[in-house]
């Protein structure tokens, strides 16, 4: 085991790199900065050139990567352009984007998985089919006209919750965004579930085990649950990090200065510092949540073993 996870760390080197090049390229062909800066009017030559000494944009563009990867490596993620270190901005913004994640992702996990075994047992069953329904509407309708009803509903004719976050949210105050914002991933953990649970069923082992007289709980939790559940491990170890990059309707629509808010400012200054070094960090989220997904299929099959 040890050895696995020294290769894939070591393996997670050039991802990052690699990554990172592509999106510091990608960010920079965006449009002139400096112009973002001046506004409408065009910016002075003598102040153009200056505000591209400052920030380092008058270097070659490789050597502008290089020195934001040296950079990096110290903790340095550069500075806005209006001045602010992007290190304090992700203070601000990356507590309550976990936060709201960690609500999503409670919700897929508890109810997505919680009704795919209930549909997965009961394939074929109104409630299998009353279900099945549920979810393709939720997967069909976007994440913004959910986010605005549920606003409208909760918020606004009910009171139960607050229209807007606060940007110190407490856990109970983002149930509402995290329901929003895990909709559409809760839709395919509930289905994922179903299927594989409902393929598992017909498996040799289900039927051995059901052979040699065990008790149906101990079939369905030590046996038929566990190995179901891997690709939904998978799909949900992927989805952390999508979900906090992709969290900017709903942080809009409910107004929380997270992760979503700060990109979306961000690309819309043309303010490369702080898109190239939010999406960094979330390509970290990305590669050590792939590693534990990983880890986690040992514990899950015990037939998988890793040198």
Same mark, same amino acid.
Not at 2 to 5: A, D
Not at 42 to 71: H, S, V
Not at 74 to 85: E, I
Not at 235 to 239: A, E
């Given at each position: 085991m040890?050895?696995?996870?020294v290769?894939?760390?070591?393996? @997670?080197?050039p991802?990052?790199?690699?990554?990172?090049?592509?999106?510091?390229? @990608?960010?920079?062909? @965006?449009?002139?900065?400096?112009?973002?800066? /001046?506004?409408?009017?065009? /910016?002075?030559?003598?102040?153009? +050139?200056?505000?591209?000494?400052?920030?380092?944009?008058?270097?070659?563009?490789?050597?502008?990567?290089?020195?934001?990867?040296?950079?990096?490596f110290?903790?340095?993620?550069?500075?806005?352009?209006?001045?602010?270190?992007v290190?304090?901005?992700?203070?601000?913004?990356?507590?309550?984007?976990?936060?709201?994640?960690?609500?999503?992702?409670?919700?897929e996990?508890v109810?997505g998985?919680?009704?795919?075994?209930l549909?997965?047992?009961?394939?074929?069953?109104?409630?299998?089919?009353?279900?099945?329904?549920?979810?393709?509407?939720?997967?069909?309708?976007?994440?913004?006209v959910?986010?605005?009803?549920?606003?409208?509903?909760?918020?606004?004719?009910w009171g139960?919750?607050?229209?807007?976050?606060?940007?110190?949210?407490?856990?109970?105050?983002?149930?509402?965004?995290?329901?929003?914002? +895990?909709?559409?991933?809760?839709?395919?953990?509930?289905?994922?579930?179903?299927?594989?649970? +409902?393929e598992?069923?017909?498996?040799?082992?289900?039927r051995?085990?059901?052979a040699?007289?065990?008790?149906?709980?101990?079939?369905?939790?030590?046996?038929?649950?566990?190995?179901s559940?891997?690709?939904?491990?998978t799909?949900?170890?992927?989805?952390i990090?999508?979900? @906090?990059?992709g969290?900017?309707?709903?942080?809009?629509i409910?107004?929380?200065?997270?992760?979503?808010?700060?990109?979306?400012?961000?690309?819309?200054?043309?303010?490369?510092?702080?898109?190239?070094?939010?999406?960094?960090?979330?390509?970290?989220?990305?590669?050590?949540?792939?590693?534990?997904?990983?880890?986690?299929?040992?514990v899950?099959?015990?037939?998988i073993?890793?040198?």
């Open positions: 040890g050895r696995y996870v290769r894939r760390l070591l393996q @997670m080197v991802v990052f790199v690699g990554s990172t090049l592509l999106i510091f390229l @990608m960010v920079n062909v @965006m449009g002139d900065p400096v112009a973002g800066l /001046c506004g409408e009017r065009q /910016c002075d030559p003598a102040t153009a +050139a200056q505000l591209r000494r400052e920030f380092g944009l008058d270097k070659p563009l490789w050597q502008q990567y290089a020195t934001y990867m040296g950079n990096v110290t903790g340095d993620f550069g500075t806005a352009f209006n001045g602010q270190r290190t304090e901005l992700m203070a601000t913004a990356f507590p309550v984007t976990v936060r709201l994640t960690v609500v999503a992702v409670l919700f996990v109810v998985v919680t009704l795919g075994v549909t997965g047992l009961k394939r074929g069953r109104p409630v299998d089919t009353t279900v099945l329904l549920l979810t393709l509407v939720v997967i069909s309708v976007p994440t913004f959910t986010g605005l009803l549920l606003q409208l509903l909760f918020g606004v004719e139960w919750v607050r229209p807007s976050v606060p940007p110190d949210a407490t856990f109970g105050e983002l149930i509402v965004p995290g329901l929003v914002l +895990a909709s559409v991933s809760l839709a395919y953990v509930t289905r994922l579930t179903r299927t594989s649970l +409902a598992n069923r017909r498996s040799d082992y289900v051995t085990a059901v040699k007289g065990l008790p149906r709980h101990r079939v369905i939790t030590r046996h038929l649950l566990r190995n559940l891997i690709p939904v491990v799909f949900i170890g992927t989805d990090g999508a979900l @906090m990059g969290a900017i309707v709903t942080e809009r409910f107004n929380i200065h997270g992760v979503g808010y700060q990109l979306y400012q961000g690309i819309l200054r043309q303010n490369t510092q702080t898109v190239v070094g939010f999406v960094t960090v979330l390509v970290l989220v990305f590669l050590v949540a792939n590693l534990l997904v990983d880890l986690l299929y040992a899950l099959d015990p037939r073993r890793y040198a």
